[in-house]
């Protein structure tokens, strides 16, 4: 079974600095889709990034990038110049194939709460 | 906003009761996927309907069922409650099943049983 983990619960930045918040993930499967959605207190689960498992490149959203290491099955979210609004929870997700059972249901991890300092 | 909307926003009540928590999808999108987040548990995944048709399902507990209707909105049910039935409950809809399709969620319900 896949799973998700995130081993930082909790994490805390600098206005204006960088974070990188960390996440590993387990699956035998070699097409897949990664995902970092954000819940800030209003609770409401926001797509942040998404990387495919077939492209080398790593994806970028304005602030946000990821570090995606395949083979370690390791996918870390950069957050450069970190602004207040950052602060959240941070999920990390991993999407099953479409096929055999599973229908691209996601796998998330326990979350990192980011504190963003002023 | 998502344009994924979830009824009612909060619910409170006893235990042993019955609940039931509705999710209109985005206009085209035809899944459905029920999420629970629980401190316990973190978020995870309870079952998903694509075009009124169950497809998946994870760590759905018997008491709880679902399905979508011809207008695609779907409804959880939720038996017997429980306290540790206590949790956000969110659905996300996407257009297809696909990994490339990107998942909306819903604002959440918040269920309280007391």
């Known amino acids: 079974a896949q799973t998700v983990t995130q081993s930082q619960p909790e994490m805390s930045v600098q206005e204006a600095e960088t974070v990188t918040l960390s996440c590993t993930y387990d699956?035998?499967?070699?097409?897949?889709?990664l995902f970092w959605y954000k819940q800030p207190p209003s609770r409401q689960m926001i797509l942040v990034i998404r990387?495919?498992?077939?492209?080398?490149q790593n994806a970028t959203e304005n602030r946000f990038s990821v570090n995606f290491q395949k083979a370690a099955k390791s996918f870390s979210l950069k957050i450069s110049d970190s602004q207040l609004g950052d602060a959240a929870m941070y999920f990390c997700?991993?999407?099953?194939?479409?096929?055999?059972?599973?229908?691209?249901?996601?796998?998330f991890g326990k979350g990192t709460k980011l504190s963003v300092k002023p | 906003d998502s344009g994924v909307t979830q009824t009612p926003k909060h619910l409170i009540t006893a235990t042993g009761q019955r609940v039931t928590l509705r999710c209109s999808p985005r206009?085209?999108?035809?899944?459905v996927y029920w999420y629970q987040q629980s401190l316990d548990q973190g978020l995870q995944f309870l079952i998903q309907?694509?075009?009124?048709?169950?497809?998946a399902k994870g760590n759905i507990l018997e008491r709880f069922s679902a399905q979508q209707f011809p207008d695609l909105h779907s409804e959880l049910n939720l038996s017997s409650l429980e306290l540790g039935d206590s949790a956000l409950y969110f659905c996300?809809?996407?257009?297809?099943?696909?990994?490339?399709?990107?998942?909306?969620f819903g604002p959440g319900t918040r269920l309280t049983v007391l």
């Open positions: 996300a809809s996407s257009v297809g099943t696909g990994g490339i399709y990107e998942q909306f």
């Open positions: 699956t035998s499967e070699s097409d897949y889709y």
């Open positions: 990387q495919e498992a077939y492209k080398q």
């Open positions: 997700a991993y999407r099953t194939p479409y096929y055999g059972g599973s229908q691209g249901n996601l796998i």
């Open positions: 206009s085209g999108d035809l899944s």
């Open positions: 309907y694509y075009n009124g048709e169950e497809r």
